[in-house]
């Protein structure tokens, strides 16, 4: 069973940058979708991004596009989320998670998703 651990959260100022990694184990990556998401105190959890197996395509919610960056290096069985010019509205807990296919492109959507980590939180501070 594929497992993922999240890491990289931790506290920053508006404008900063961090990078969050998933790492998982279990199964290597190569033919995992992996997207982000996250989910803020009182609200649903909603995908930020997500990248491709083999292709490696990209989606980025409206809210993020511009400022963060997903990638992932198969050869280490990690994706990351590079997340410049942070937000107060960016605090949350993001979660990675994934699903296996090895074509195509990837989704958004949490229902698509069988593998989840537990989470690292992010708070940015105004």
């Known amino acids: 069973q594929l497992q993922l651990v999240e890491s990289g959260g931790g506290l920053v100022q508006t404008g900063g940058s961090l990078r969050l990694s998933c790492a998982a184990s279990?199964?290597?990556?190569?033919?995992?979708?992996i997207g982000w998401f996250r989910q803020a105190p009182g609200k649903e959890r909603e995908g930020v991004s997500c990248i491709s197996s083999r292709d490696r395509d990209t989606i980025y919610s409206d809210s993020v596009k511009g400022r963060f960056t997903i990638s992932r290096d198969n050869a280490m069985n990690v994706v990351h989320l590079q997340m410049n010019s942070l937000k107060p509205e960016d605090t949350a807990v993001y979660y990675c998670?994934?699903?296996?296919?090895?074509?195509?492109?990837?989704?958004?959507?949490?229902?698509?998703?069988?593998?989840w980590g537990q989470g690292t939180q992010v708070t940015v501070s105004a």
């Open positions: 998670a994934g699903y296996w296919r090895i074509v195509g492109g990837c989704s958004t959507s949490v229902i698509a998703y069988d593998y």
């Open positions: 279990g199964f290597t990556l190569d033919n995992y979708v």
